[in-house]
Structures are given as structure tokens and as C-alpha cells.
């Protein structure tokens, strides 16, 4: 079962950073912020073994990096 919910967040999380890195309207930073949520989630999913916390957590802190990256 943990695997088919890793394996479907991957996906998910794949699809959400190839459908955003063709925003055009979108600045690198805030490309990098949200690839940054994106791979902290699934971090945090699976440090947490699929808790709602440690994805959230994982997410935000992502996203701050990721931001902090792309300046």
C-alpha cells in the first residue's frame, strides 16, 4: 500500500513540475519555490511514512529553500 502511494505522489509530483516549468508568466524563483514544495512534500511523505505533518512540513520548508535557490 506505501508503495502505490509513493509511486502515485511521484507521479503527481512530476506531473505538477513539467506542467510548471512551461509557465511563462512564471519567474525562475517562483518556479524554483515551487519545485522546491513539490520535492520537500515528497521528502517529508516519506520521512513521516505518508503523515499529513510531515508532507505539509516538508512542502513549506521546500518551498522556502526553493525559493531562497532561485534568487
Known amino acids: 500500500m506505501k508503495q502505490i ?3 502515485a505522489l511521484t507521479a503527481s ?3 505538477l513540475l513539467s506542467g510548471c516549468s ?3 508568466q512564471m519567474s525562475s524563483r ?3 519555490a515551487v519545485g522546491g514544495a513539490a520535492v520537500g512534500g515528497v521528502v517529508g ?3 513521516s511514512d505518508g503523515g499529513v505533518l510531515g508532507t ?3 512542502a513549506a ?3 522556502v529553500i526553493g525559493d531562497q ?3
Open 5 to 7: 502511494f509513493l509511486l
Open 13 to 15: 509530483t512530476l506531473s
Open 22 to 24: 512551461t509557465w511563462d
Open 30 to 32: 517562483e518556479k524554483s
Open 45 to 47: 511523505a516519506t520521512v
Open 56 to 58: 505539509v512540513g516538508g
Open 61 to 63: 520548508i521546500g518551498g
Open 69 to 71: 535557490i532561485g534568487k
